[in-house]
């Protein structure tokens, strides 16, 4: 199959890879939101599709598993946890200590 500019294939499959930057809204400081993405290993078939289509570019090969090397560029689109085929990611919204302590 002949390499079509803009598509990746993977197995059977022809995606279109963003050519998009995710980038978040202009937000000050004090309410910029952070992510923590969990990569299940043993869940993780490493099929590299959240490598591929991370628009910040947050996983990396390390081994055999996808690893989110770089999670503070995370913005939160879950769209890695939305087209893994294993369920083997989830993202999550941090919570900063400082907010958690003044509702209490």
């Not at 079509?4 to 004090?30: A, D």
């Not at 993780?44 to 289509?53: G, N, T």
């Not at 390390?62 to 083997?88: I, N, Q």
Request: include cysteine; hydrophobic fraction near 30%; proline fraction near 6%.
């Amino acid at each position: 199959m002949s390499s079509i500019p803009g598509f990746s294939r993977y197995e059977n499959f022809i995606f279109l890879k963003p050519k998009f930057q995710m980038i978040p809204e202009e937000t000050n400081n004090s309410t910029k939101k952070s992510f923590k993405v969990i990569v299940k290993e043993e869940w993780c078939k490493s099929c590299e599709i959240c490598i591929e289509f991370c628009p910040q570019n947050v996983f990396e090969m390390e081994g055999f598993y996808s690893e989110p090397v770089h999670e503070k560029k995370c913005v939160g689109c879950k769209l890695c946890e939305r087209l893994c085929p294993d369920f083997a990611i989830t993202v999550e919204e941090k919570r900063d200590i400082e907010s958690e302590n003044n509702q209490n």
